[in-house]
């Protein structure tokens, strides 16, 4: 077993591009941080009375952005095996 495959949080898609589900704690536990970044502000702005509500959409879609590529690059970083 090499290095990579043993710090894997993520199993190799059988079909497709990109990772499968999480085989770890540290995947699932960085799966739903992805989800908590990216969902609850998204859900919670629009129900705020705000003086500025387009430069709140515009810091969500800015964090959105940043959890997403984070959250690629960290899983295509701990996959078991490389992406196809």
Do not use: H, N
């Amino acid at each position: 077993m090499d290095r990579r495959s043993s710090q894997a949080w993520f199993a190799v898609r059988r079909y497709g591009y990109g990772a499968g589900r999480p085989i770890t704690w540290q995947g699932w536990s960085l799966w739903i941080l992805f989800l908590g970044v990216t969902l609850i502000p998204t859900l919670v702005v629009p129900w705020l009375d705000l003086t500025e509500p387009l430069l709140a959409e515009s810091l969500v879609m800015l964090v959105d952005g940043i959890a997403i590529v984070s959250f690629f690059l960290i899983c295509k970083a701990k996959t078991a095996g490389d992406w196809r």
